[in-house]
């Protein structure tokens, strides 16, 4: 049930988002806020490591782009 890869892609996911989550609230920052968020939530979503990982990645450059166009 509990494969020790995707607790570990789940830790480094949540912790990123976490982090992102504390920034974002300091310097009120609505990117990211929202993908600090999405990123803790979205493992609980994901069935394998591989899932997670990609997910995360996609929020992770969906925050770049929203960061690019100027949000």
Do not use: C, E, H, N
Not at 2 to 9: A, E, I, K, N, Q
Not at 46 to 54: D, E, I, K, N, Q
Not at 62 to 69: C, E, F, H, P, Q
């Amino acid at each position: 049930m509990f494969d020790p890869g995707s607790l570990f892609v789940d830790l480094i996911v949540s912790s990123v988002g976490g982090a992102l989550l504390w920034y974002g609230r300091k310097s009120q920052r609505w990117p990211q806020i929202v993908a600090g968020l999405l990123l803790m939530v979205s493992p609980y979503a994901a069935p394998t490591a591989g899932w997670m990982a990609l997910t995360g990645a996609a929020i992770v450059v969906g925050l770049i782009v929203a960061i690019r166009l100027g949000w």
